[in-house]
């Protein structure tokens, strides 16, 4: 690897402070006020390009590069990263978290949304989640609040980075698009009672299944912790409680699955494409 062949370029080992940031944000060893999250792999760094994120850095391994794109890539980031760095294989390996890593890897800058900025319809539909604490469901449900055309994802209780690696993947880059707001649970009250929300609650012990619900106007579907559901504030708003029928032995389906079952069952409706039955 020599650096001449990569001008703009430069080499860094493990001790570099672009590689020690990259593992400070991927153990979440330090702050991160600025919002800062590491993405990785062609089809990733693409999105980002395609929504325009800010990149602070770029860190390219040559010898895991094995195609155009990747080449490509690598021109369109090193353009548009403050700094570019080239690392050999084995210091790729230090800060990569995919098996079959290919050379490409950016520290970017998250959007950041404030409730205000979430955009809404007259049947507008957000889902709020409350104390979730797996990335991957996260990132599944904004996956699912992306497919099924939901206004915004709002987080309260927040109990996991909201830009962990595993996030930012399951979500399959709609973190990048879909408005992710955070607020204090005073806040979001206030938000959804000003902007006149219909909340729903998703609760095993309901009486209604969802697809009874009857959706309309704007509605906000809240999903509770893995392990405690819904907290108790929450129950205090004029709700409706809705639930998943279950026919086997479990009482439950995975957050992620349930909530994506009711966002589309939401969105159809408000859509006037199916009916509540």
């Known amino acids: 690897m020599e650096q001449r062949d990569y001008p703009g370029f430069t080499l860094a080992g493990n001790k570099h402070p672009r590689i020690k940031q990259v593992e ?13 999250a590491v993405i990785e792999g062609l089809w990733a760094l693409g999105l980002a390009a395609r929504y325009n994120l800010p990149v602070e850095s770029f860190i390219l391994c040559p010898e895991l590069i094995h195609s155009i794109e990747a080449q490509e890539m690598a ?15 084995k210091v790729y390996a230090k800060i990569s978290e995919r098996p079959r890593g290919d050379g490409l890897l950016a520290v970017v800058q998250m959007p950041e949304w404030r409730l205000d900025d979430i955009p ?34 709002i987080v309260v209780n927040r109990k996991a980075r909201l830009n962990h690696p595993k996030l930012i993947r399951s979500s399959q880059g709609a ?21 006149n929300f219909s909340v729903y609650l998703t609760d095993t012990d309901a009486n209604m299944d969802y697809c009874q619900a009857n959706f309309s106007g704007r509605c906000a579907l809240v999903a509770g912790s893995e392990r405690y559901g819904i907290s108790a504030p929450w129950y205090s708003l004029p709700h409706t409680k809705i639930r998943i029928p279950m026919f086997g032995d479990c009482d439950s389906l995975n957050v992620g699955v349930a909530t994506t079952l009711m966002l589309y069952e939401a969105s159809l409706q408000l859509k006037g494409l199916i009916h509540s039955r």
Request: charge should be positive; charged fraction near 15%; include cysteine.
């Open 24 to 36: 400070h944000l991927l153990n979440n060893t330090k702050p991160n006020p600025r919002g800062l």
């Open 75 to 89: 021109k369109t980031y090193q353009q548009r990263a403050v700094e570019s760095c080239l690392v050999s294989a």
């Open 120 to 153: 809404l319809a007259s049947n507008g539909l957000v889902v709020i989640l409350d104390g979730l604490e797996i990335p991957g469901n996260i990132g599944t449900i904004i996956r699912a609040a992306d497919g099924a055309g939901a206004a915004g994802i």
């Open 175 to 195: 973190i990048f698009s879909v408005p992710l707001a955070e607020g204090t649970t005073k806040e979001v009250f206030a938000w959804l009672q000003r902007n």
